[in-house]
Nanobody, 118 residues
């Protein structure tokens, strides 16, 4: 059974930092590309950051220079370090694991809420 469990969300003031974690089980983690998506209330789910199995990364323009995605294959965990947080970063953040080209190898976590507010 595949599980992706996000943690680390919460309430933070503007300008603050949070680190999200996503622990995976039931998959051969090192083979998967991992992504963080976010969905503000009433809006669609969009890609925030992505990391390939080889460690290459890409980011949404809105978070470049503030967010960093990383992975620890030994712990089957992907991280999202979020700095200089803004109110517009408020959303539910979801972890995704996928193998490109595979319809079946595409999994989601249940999400963790990040609220940026003073």
């Amino acid at each position: 059974q595949v599980q992706l469990v996000e943690s680390g969300g919460g309430l933070v003031q503007p300008g603050g930092s949070l680190r999200l974690s996503c622990a995976a089980s039931g998959i051969i983690f090192r083979l998967y590309e991992m992504g963080w998506y976010r969905q503000p209330a009433g809006n669609q789910r969009d890609l925030v950051a992505h990391i390939t199995s080889a460690g290459s990364t890409k980011y949404a323009v809105s978070v470049q220079g503030r967010f960093t995605i990383s992975r620890d294959n030994a712990k089957s965990t992907v991280y999202l370090q979020m700095n200089s947080l803004k109110p517009e970063d408020t959303a539910v953040y979801y972890c995704n694991a996928m193998i490109p080209g595979s319809r079946s190898a595409n999994y989601w976590g249940n999400g963790t809420l990040v609220t940026v507010s003073s």
